[in-house]
């Protein structure tokens, strides 16, 4: 198996331009997160999917913020404008969706907003 | 307010020898609990889990001991190796399937 696949894996960009992070996430597994890892806020969970569905979104920091998941297979998370506080790790994981289910981890967008 | 509390941002510890890391909770309502490890350029990685009706979980040289009166939790590592060398993040089951994780503690084995 792949695992969680996220693109790019590193993305520099200047202040006020679009940026979209994309992940597709295990085949099978019916739940997808995306988090961010800061220095000043560790990993905090940002938006979650259930059967594409977005059920809980109270992580995402401000409207300049969404993310989409049209199939089962590929989800984005998109910042418009973007700004020098955005930059940090985003993790795209997924699970099987039940309580408990692990949850497995992609390798990571790097982003630096100058 | 952090949730979920690890005071230690690194520890060093002896190839061989026992590493201990903490994390501490401030919810009680939290029922589920879970450690996982994180090598550079990686994403995270499950280790070992414990629910509330037990205090203590084994799956080899990983022992997490849950102190429920307390809110505290601990993983042992048991005997350490090199490749344990990792950041490790403690998480709580937030409700649903919402995980709230800690800051990580930077674990060094020292050969």
């Known amino acids: 198996d792949a695992g969680v696949i996220q693109s790019p894996r590193h993305e520099v960009t200047e202040m006020g331009q679009e940026v979209t992070l994309r992940c597709k996430p295990i085949s099978g597994h019916n739940s997808l997160f995306w988090y961010r890892q800061t220095m000043m806020r560790g990993l905090e969970l940002l938006i979650y999917?259930?059967?594409?569905?977005?059920?809980?979104d109270s992580g995402m920091p401000e409207d300049r913020f969404s993310a989409k998941m049209p199939n089962a297979s590929f989800s984005t998370l998109k910042i418009q404008p973007s700004e020098p506080r955005d930059s940090a790790v985003y993790f795209c994981?997924?699970?099987?969706?039940?309580?408990?289910?692990?949850?497995?981890f992609g390798p990571g967008t790097r982003l630096l907003v100058l | 307010d952090q949730q979920v509390k690890q005071n230690s941002p690194s520890l060093s510890v002896q190839e061989g020898r026992i590493s201990i890391l903490n994390c501490d909770y401030t919810n009680s309502m939290f029922d589920y609990f879970l450690w996982y490890k994180k090598y550079p350029a990686e994403g995270p990685t499950f280790l070992i889990s414990i629910s509330s009706i037990k205090d203590k979980n084994e799956d080899g040289r990983f022992t997490v001991f849950l102190n429920k009166s307390a809110k505290h939790l601990s993983l042992h590592i048991v005997p350490s190796q090199p490749g344990d060398s990792a950041v490790y993040f403690c998480?709580?089951?937030?409700?649903?399937?919402?995980?709230?994780f800690g800051q990580g503690t930077r674990l060094t084995i020292n050969p």
């Open positions: 994981a997924s699970s099987l969706g039940s309580f408990q289910e692990t949850q497995y």
């Open positions: 998480a709580v089951n937030g409700g649903a399937q919402k995980l709230v």
């Open positions: 999917f259930n059967n594409n569905v977005p059920i809980d």
